[in-house]
Each structure stands twice: as C-alpha cells, then as structure tokens.
T-cell receptor, first 111, second 113 residues
Framework: GQQVMQIPQYQHVQEGEDFTTYCNSS?????IQWYKQRPGGHPVFLIQ?????EVKKQKRLTFQFGEAKKNSSLHITATQTTDVGTYFC???????????FGTGTRLKVLA | DAGVIQSPRHEVTEMGQEVTLRCKPI?????LFWYRQTMMRGLELLIY????????DSGMPEDRFSAKMPNASFSTLKIQPSEPRDSAVYFC???????????FGQGTRLTVV
C-alpha cells in the first residue's frame, strides 16, 4: 500500500536558522497537504499542492511539490520559537479520497 | 462554527471494557475521518465516511473496532473489548469535498489500563 515517509524525524535548530523537512511517497500523488501540530494539539492545515513542480509561499514558509508528484518539501526561513511543533505531509493517491499522513518531523527551536 | 467537536477529551478505562468515542463534524461537511495517533505508528487513518456512508475502513485494526455515522452531524468510534495497546489519541476530522483541508477535532486521549 501507499507509504509516506518524512525526514528528518527530529530537528533542533537555533532561532533564526533555516529548517527543511522532506516528504517522499512510494506512489504518485494526486495532491499533497501539509499540516502543523503543536505539542499537545491537533493537526492544523497549512497548505495544499496540486500541480507538478508547484511552489507556494506563506510568509517564511515555502512549499514545493516535486516534478514527479512523489515528493514534497517544506522550508522555513529564519525559524522562530512559534514554529515549534511537528510538521506532517499528507498525500492522496489517484482514485481515492483518503490521505496518508507522513511520519512527521518534530521541530524544536532553541532561543 | 465551533469546529469539530470530540468527546470525551480524556478517557481512562480498564481492559475489556467498551469504549465509545464521539464526534460532531462541522456543519455542511460531507467527509468525516477517524485517525489514531501513537508515537510508534504516527497518524493512521482508521476509516472515512462520505455523506454518512463508510467508504474505506481498511485502516480499522480489527473486529474490536467499529464506527458509525447515523446522520450528518454525529459519528461514533467504538472499541469492544478494549486492550492496553488501544491507548492512543483518536482524532476525528471533517472536510467539504475531499480535495481541500480537513479540520481536526481536539482529539480524545484514550488510556486502557
């Protein structure tokens, strides 16, 4: 079945440093979503990517969808303590309406 | 709108007991998802409904788990009998048309002792 892996599993950065998490699917995706979960909280939707090679920006966050629609990345520029949490990608294959969540990357930002 | 509402927020039960988790999706949403989150297995999709009809329950771990959606504003996830390995945070999420964002509830933290 479809599997979605993320690397790294954990990342500690100093405040102000950049951060990137990578998402890889075993199958081609129709679209991919990104969520953020704060410690003790629930996943909150960040963005959806649909087109091959698509790049979207939200302030300091940059999201990319690979050309083959099997991988994606989230890059945060100049991290802040408010960026702390776990970032998940969630991919949907064709012919289905279910999203498979990646393994997540837990980000810690040291002030 | 109050968002997706789950109850209870916390549940502690003894092994062998029946547990029922409840979810009220956002009004007007036609998709409802049940997820389970653990440290070991991450966020797993258990089952999802479209217009109150179960579409894919391939993630339901075993026959001890069952889910229903009797109407558009209510769903339950039942575990009978419960086991310690069922301890996890269970999330319910809803969306309008599957292609856009899913809104998650606060989750139910289940502990089976």
């Amino acid at each position: 079945g479809q599997q979605v892996m993320q690397i790294p599993q954990y990342q500690h950065v100093q405040e102000g440093e950049d951060f990137t998490t990578y998402c890889n699917s075993s199958t081609t995706l129709s679209n991919i979503q990104w969520y953020k979960q704060r410690p003790g909280g629930h996943p909150v939707f960040l963005i959806q990517l649909v087109k091959s090679g698509e790049v979207k920006k939200q302030k300091r966050l940059t999201f990319q969808f690979g050309e083959a629609k099997k991988n994606s990345s989230l890059h945060i520029t100049a991290t802040q303590t408010t960026d702390v949490g776990t970032y998940f990608c969630a991919g949907r294959g064709s012919g289905t309406y279910k999203y498979i969540f990646g393994t997540g990357t837990r980000l810690k930002v040291l002030a | 709108d109050a968002g997706v509402i789950q109850s209870p927020r916390h549940e502690v039960t003894e092994m062998g007991q029946e547990v029922t988790l409840r979810c009220k999706p956002i009004s007007g949403h036609d998709y409802l998802f049940w997820y389970r989150q653990t440290m070991m297995r991450g966020l797993e999709l258990l089952i999802y409904f479209n217009n109150n009809v179960p579409i894919d329950d391939s993630g339901m771990p075993e026959d001890r788990f069952s889910a229903k959606m009797p109407n558009a504003s209510f769903s339950t996830l039942k575990i009978q009998p419960s086991e310690p390995r069922d301890s996890a945070v269970y999330f319910c999420a809803s969306s309008f048309l599957s292609q856009i964002e899913a809104f998650f509830g606060q989750g139910t933290r289940l502990t089976v002792v």
